[in-house]
């Protein structure tokens, strides 16, 4: 099986406070329901990990339901540092995931 990590946990800082540079929105849909749908669509991935900042859960969610995104998918939280946030993400994959 082939999963996918998704690392999208990042503050987005240089954007400035008050706005979340993934749910921007880029021809009607946020930036990143665009990599998501990607992910989705190709017939090479069973599983998504997406990676997220505390607190987004629901968002994500959201975004999944109202995108229609088929694929299994887990949400998992992401770490201090971006690094962090990838080893969490290595670590919820699926045992069936090719290595």
Do not use: Y
């Not at 849909?29 to 859960?57: K, L």
């Not at 339901?65 to 969490?88: C, T």
Request: aromatic share 8%; hydrophobic share 40%; with cysteine.
């Amino acid at each position: 099986m082939t999963s996918a990590i998704i690392v999208a946990a990042g503050k987005g800082t240089r954007m400035g406070p008050n706005i979340d540079k993934l749910f921007l929105e880029l021809n009607g849909c946020p930036v990143v329901a665009h990599t998501w749908r990607r992910f989705d669509q190709s017939p090479d991935i069973a599983e998504i990990i997406m990676v997220i900042r505390d607190g987004t859960q629901d968002a994500f969610s959201d975004l999944a339901r109202n995108h229609g995104f088929k694929k299994k998918f887990q949400l998992v939280p992401g770490g201090k540092e971006r690094q962090d946030s990838v080893w969490n993400g290595l670590e919820a994959l699926s045992p069936d995931a090719r290595q």
